[in-house]
């Protein structure tokens, strides 16, 4: 019997959850299986996962032939290199001492790099939530300073209004200044026009005063 180990889905929609099984390759992909070897969980960063290693190894020893996304499974977990240093193991290529040094060393290489990974992602946590509080900070500094804005002209025209206010008297007085001047121009261009009239009245009185001289001439003749 040809057997497959593959991911059996679970979980709810948009956030799926896998367990790790080993399946007649016949079978649907989330029917029946033989055996459940661990659990996959890609919701979390770095993904969580969880298997028998022992079982997982036999298992591939005997012949089950992951997919793809179970091969990068057992891959990262080291199933498959520990398949390669048995083989070795096998050909007389390695002693068992060795292949076990050398899977030792990958573990402890791997859980390096699993470490850092975790650390360089709470790292960018850390400096994503100081930009978002940078970003927010400078938000409300934007909005104080157009809230600011939108109130300074307001405050500039009520001085605006105050200033025409006091200089309105200064105005109204400046205007009565000149009404009052204005009867002292009329009563000068009267009296200019009264004057020829006054010139002329002795010419309108000595007019029978020649009349009478011409008069005597003529009784004394």
Known sequence: MATKIRLQRFGKKGKPFFHVVVADSRSPRDGKFIERLGSYNPNTNPATIEINFEKTLDWVNKGAQPTDTARAILSYKGVLYK?????????GALTTEQADAKFAAWLEAKGG??????????TSKGEAKKAALAAEAKKNADRAAAIALKNAPVEEVVEEEEVVAEEAPAAEVATEEVVAETPAVEETAAVAEEAPVAEEAPVVEETPATEASAEETKEEA
Do not use: A, F, P
């Open 113 to 122: 790099q699993i470490e850092g990974k975790i650390e360089g992602l709470s």
């Open 83 to 91: 398949k390669h240093l048995e083989g070795g193991v096998k050909k």
